[in-house]
């Protein structure tokens, strides 16, 4: 099997060979996943094929990433119509 990991700011891509241990029939289960080394953290799309064929799409995690919390400052302005 392989598992396409996609960082969702960078567009890097990563392409793991992985082999499912098969104990699940919910969920697939990898025990030799290594990743590179320097790979940059944050959030990626994955995406795990068998033999050319999609099998499942997500996302997931990599690192102590920590998304910036964006704060916006909401002004409101009150329009009446007296038509």
């Known amino acids: 099997m392989e598992l396409l990991l996609k960082h969702n700011t960078t567009k890097k891509e990563v392409y793991l060979n992985v082999t499912d241990l098969r ?3 919910l969920f ?3 025990d030799d996943v290594v990743l590179p080394e320097g790979m940059d953290d944050g959030e990626y ?3 795990l094929y068998r033999d050319s064929e999609l099998l499942c799409t997500g996302i997931c995690q990599i690192g ?3 998304p910036e919390k964006t ?3 909401k002004t409101s302005e009150i329009i009446q119509y007296n038509g």
């Open 71 to 73: 704060t916006y400052n």
């Open 23 to 25: 104990d699940s029939k």
């Open 28 to 30: 697939y289960h990898f």
């Open 64 to 66: 102590d990433y920590k």
């Open 45 to 47: 799309t994955f995406s």
